[in-house]
């Protein structure tokens, strides 16, 4: 079966510090995943995916993740943080070679920016 | 105009109401599906449609009812429901998954209905 793991209920960064929101993930095959973001009372935006290629994926808003597949992780980084990139960030994953499973997110991660 | 519209954004109910909640996609996808967001638990997974057919039930309480009557639109009827299922309810849309291609694309989540059961 599918999980994803964020270890970290909440992050805190002072603005202008690197920033990195973990995730690691478990699928009996090969993943496709994803980052989500959440601010409060909206619905959740993509920022990014792997699907294959380059282990480093770039994203919105200056976003990036690497795939690292001996650690089964996939961790979202920005490299100098801003106050408006506190919000709630979810991870994804999805089975490639499970034909039909569907995404699973993980419980998701509090980011706060600190000014 | 975001590409996955719901409404109401907002619904207050009382538990013998019946109401409805309405979904709709303007980006050619063929696949939708219904999310519940409670506080301080991770995104449940609740109908999934593909090509207007019903292809995932995840144990959802009857009084849970999901309709889907092109690709495009995606209602979900509400039925004496309890406290316990207000909510956030997330409306979300991707390419769907043709006969032997796994689909790579994310998923487009709407704003989303919140919904508060007295």
């Known amino acids: 079966a599918q999980s994803v793991a964020q270890p970290e209920d909440q992050v805190n960064v002072a603005e202008g510090n690197p920033l990195t929101v973990k995730c690691t993930y478990s699928?009996?095959?090969?993943?496709?995943l994803f980052w989500y973001v959440q601010y409060p009372n909206r619905g959740l935006q993509f920022l990014l995916k792997?699907?294959?290629?380059?282990?480093l994926v770039k994203g919105s808003y200056g976003f990036e993740a690497e795939f690292n597949k001996s650690q089964t992780s996939f961790h979202l980084k920005k490299p100098s943080a801003l106050v408006s990139d506190s919000a709630l960030y979810f991870c994804a994953v999805r089975d490639r070679d499970n034909y039909g499973q569907n995404f699973v997110f993980g419980p998701g991660t509090r980011l706060s920016v600190l000014p | 105009e975001t590409g996955v519209t719901q409404t109401p954004r907002h619904l207050v109910m009382g538990m013998t109401n019946k109401k409805s909640l309405k979904c709709e996609q303007h980006?050619?996808?063929?696949?939708m599906y219904w999310y519940k967001q409670s506080a301080k638990k991770p995104l449940e997974l609740m109908f999934v449609?593909?090509?207007?057919?019903?292809?995932e039930n995840n144990s959802v309480p009857s009084r849970f009812s999901p309709e889907c009557p092109n690709s495009s639109h995606l209602f979900l009827h509400l039925h004496t429901l309890q406290p316990e299922d207000s909510a956030l309810y997330l409306c979300?849309?991707?390419?769907?998954?043709?006969?032997?291609?796994?689909?790579?694309?994310?998923?487009?989540f709407g704003e989303g209905s919140r919904l508060t059961v007295l």
């Open positions: 979300a849309s991707s390419q769907a998954e043709a006969s032997g291609r796994l689909n790579t694309g994310e998923l487009f």
């Open positions: 980006l050619g996808h063929n696949a």
């Open positions: 449609y593909n090509f207007k057919e019903q292809t």
């Open positions: 699928v009996s095959g090969n993943p496709y």
């Open positions: 792997y699907i294959t290629g380059d282990n």
